[in-house]
């Protein structure tokens, strides 16, 4: 499965285009994350035990984006 990891680190926020904010609360997040879209990779599905929410159209069209812009796909 190819994934988008989130992180915690505000100095990650700061890092462009390529990351995306997204709100505590949004998804079942106890606080604020950033998906950091430059770093995509991939994980064995094995490795999901449960999903623990969705993020809204909003978030996942701005997630799209940022992954275009990792990927020189504009």
């Known amino acids: 499965m190819i994934v988008v990891p989130i992180s915690t680190s505000t100095a990650q926020g700061k890092r462009g285009l390529t990351v995306v904010e997204i709100p505590g ?9 950033f998906a ?14 449960k999903k623990l929410g969705e993020l809204s159209s909003e978030i996942l069209r701005d997630v799209e984006e940022a992954l275009k812009a990792a990927l020189d796909l504009s």
């Not at 609360?25 to 994350?33: Q, V, Y």
């Not at 950091?36 to 035990?49: E, I, M, P």
């Open 25 to 33: 609360g949004a998804a079942g997040l106890p606080r604020t994350c």
């Open 36 to 49: 950091v879209c430059h770093q995509v990779t991939t994980l064995d599905r094995a490795k999901l035990s």
